[in-house]
């Protein structure tokens, strides 16, 4: 598949036009940010573990019925994916207290939760993401009462399988950011699926094995994102 031009560059990937005008090239740098883009650093190799990090999760997703962009890897860097009309929203789903939820509600991480809690923030980094609920997203007309209803049973069953997968090899998904799209007026699921975008705890000790390594400064960040890609790709 032929790259053509870039025509978006994110805090994470850069999106390529390709000759089919349903299908793009979603490229993964090694660039991170957190505290929206405050912080700004490289983790080596990054790129290629959450490249093929996502691709197992995505054909995992795709096996079960969750409808997802993902396409084919084509390189250690970059995924064929079907192009898609971004829906603004971020959602999160929470299994545990923890990150801005614990801030927010005063509450200790890892404190568990009696079920998944789901969450949607508007995607904006010139505001930081802010939250929304659903009232705000049909009101401003970001997604339709049947896309929201889609949306929320997608995450939630994205939630099921992602955490019985990650069980298996020892990892507790604490929660994990989702975004969707349109493509030919269906929902599906975006983006990437990585320690970027997912909280991973060992079980047992609870290090972590995700993005919070290089968001609190905890060291040996490239050695967590070498590990999940490990055991998800064994
Ligand atoms: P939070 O606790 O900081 O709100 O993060 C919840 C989850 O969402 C966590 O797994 C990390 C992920 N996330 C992103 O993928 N992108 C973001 O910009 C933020 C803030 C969180
Ligand atoms: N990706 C987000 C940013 O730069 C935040 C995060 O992942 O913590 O700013």
């Given at each position: 598949?032929k790259r053509?031009?870039a025509?978006y560059e994110g805090?994470?990937?850069?999106?390529y036009?390709?000759?089919d005008?349903?299908l793009?090239?979603?490229?993964?740098k090694d660039?991170a940010?957190?505290?929206?883009?405050?912080?700004r650093?490289?983790?080596r190799?990054?790129?290629i573990?959450n490249n093929k990090?996502?691709?197992?999760?995505?054909t995992?997703?795709?096996?079960?019925?969750?409808?997802?962009?993902f396409?084919r890897r084509?390189?250690?860097?970059?995924?064929?994916?079907?192009?898609l009309e971004?829906?603004?929203?971020?959602?999160?789903?929470r299994?545990?207290?923890?990150g801005s939820?614990?801030?927010?509600?005063?509450?200790?991480?890892?404190?568990?939760?009696?079920?998944?809690?789901?969450?949607?923030?508007y995607k904006?980094?010139?505001l930081?993401?802010p939250m929304?609920?659903e009232s705000y997203?049909l009101?401003l007309g970001?997604?339709t009462e049947?896309e929201?209803?889609?949306i929320a049973?997608?995450?939630?069953?994205?939630n099921?399988?992602?955490k019985?997968?990650?069980?298996?090899?020892?990892?507790?998904?604490v929660?994990?950011?989702l975004?969707f799209?349109r493509?030919?007026g269906?929902v599906y699921?975006?983006?990437?699926?990585?320690?970027?975008?997912c909280r991973?705890?060992?079980?047992?000790?609870?290090e972590?094995?995700?993005?919070?390594?290089?968001r609190?400064?905890?060291?040996?960040v490239?050695?967590?994102y070498q590990?999940v890609c490990?055991?998800?790709?064994s």
């Amino acid at each position: 598949m032929k790259r053509g031009e870039a025509f978006y560059e994110g805090k994470a990937k850069i999106l390529y036009t390709t000759d089919d005008p349903d299908l793009i090239i979603q490229y993964f740098k090694d660039d991170a940010t957190a505290f929206n883009a405050q912080k700004r650093g490289t983790i080596r190799e990054k790129g290629i573990f959450n490249n093929k990090i996502s691709e197992v999760l995505f054909t995992l997703l795709e096996g079960k019925g969750v409808p997802t962009h993902f396409v084919r890897r084509l390189n250690d860097r970059e995924m064929l994916v079907r192009r898609l009309e971004i829906i603004p929203v971020e959602v999160i789903v929470r299994n545990l207290v923890a990150g801005s939820l614990a801030k927010r509600l005063g509450l200790e991480e890892g404190t568990p939760l009696s079920r998944p809690v789901l969450e949607h923030c508007y995607k904006s980094d010139a505001l930081g993401d802010p939250m929304v609920n659903e009232s705000y997203i049909l009101g401003l007309g970001w997604a339709t009462e049947a896309e929201l209803r889609e949306i929320a049973r997608l995450a939630f069953r994205v939630n099921e399988l992602l955490k019985e997968f990650f069980d298996q090899r020892n990892l507790i998904l604490v929660d994990f950011k989702l975004e969707f799209g349109r493509h030919h007026g269906k929902v599906y699921l975006g983006d990437e699926i990585c320690p970027d975008t997912c909280r991973l705890w060992e079980k047992g000790t609870l290090e972590k094995l995700d993005k919070d390594r290089f968001r609190r400064d905890l060291g040996r960040v490239e050695d967590a994102y070498q590990e999940v890609c490990r055991r998800v790709c064994s």
